[in-house]
């Protein structure tokens, strides 16, 4: 006969309060301060900018640098978007992007939905060549880069630009994507494709939706990434009439070079945040879906 003595000794409930403490470690405490501290470095220079936007030449420079401006004024904002120019060079930079984006997510997609879920040969030659425009510079294609587009009566044209962008970015999203797209069950493929559901069926009305988290990552990330390139259009974008097709990062340029130290620093600043609010817009608007893209393409 067992005892109240000899019965195991049942633990004592934790509350919720004290398992929290019990998690937090010093390694815990120091990855939030490091963390705290990026934050910091990351968000400093963009309130700096915001600020600066609104701030005289005197404020900027002799006064501190994160205190409030002596008075909240967009004339600054509406001189970069007239008398600079922002505002062509913005369309011309929403334009281009959008293209440019689209044709990199389609032809994209289907290269690496391809390479992904078909076996033929030369399948993993094909493959590493896109993967290796991920280790080839920049810089070291805009010479030979230049010239066929010269042959070819593409310089200085949106069509050109758009090409290269769609070039470009072509490596990082058939690299993401094939590794996306190999995650997703076979068993749906195949079902489809006992249902008689034919390749570009099975691509834009069952694969293309379960990967809806993964394009939406890639597209994010080819957006910033074109939006902010500044190498390909200077060498694309020259000769007569080349400054009416600007983009964004060539029209900043051109402000703060031409003007030299008798710049009106606001409306160049008004200027680079009229730059950067898309982006953050944009990102802060996706956030959930390229955390999901990220993390449902990195396992099976």
Known sequence: MTTTADAPAVPAAVSPVERKKREISPLNGLAHIALFAWAIATAGPLIWVLLASFKSNTEIFLGKPFALPSSFSF?????????????????????????????????????????????????????????????????????????????????????????????????????????????????????????????????????????????????????????NQYLLPVAIMQGAGADSKWVLTQGIANISVQAGYHAQWSTLFAALTLTILPMIVVYAIFQRQIQAGLTAGAVK
């Open 75 to 227: 004339a600054t904002y509406a001189d970069a978007w007239t008398e600079a120019n922002i505002g062509q060079y913005f369309l011309n930079s929403v334009f281009v992007v959008t293209i440019s984006t689209a044709g990199t997510m389609l032809f994209g997609s289907m290269a690496a939905y391809v390479l992904a879920r078909y076996q033929f040969k030369g399948n993993r030659f094909l493959y590493y060549l896109f993967v290796s425009g991920l280790a080839f510079p920049t810089f070291m294609a805009i010479t030979p880069l230049f010239f066929i587009l010269k042959n070819l009566g593409l310089i200085n044209t949106f069509t050109g630009l758009i090409l290269v962008y769609i070039a470009y970015s072509l490596p990082f999203t058939v690299f993401f994507l094939a590794a996306f797209f190999k995650s997703l069950p076979m068993e749906i493929d195949e079902a489809a494709t006992v249902d008689g559901a034919s390749h570009t069926r099975k691509f834009f009305q069952i694969m293309m939706p379960m990967a809806k988290s993964g394009l939406v990552s890639i597209t994010i990330f080819n957006i910033v990434g074109q939006w």
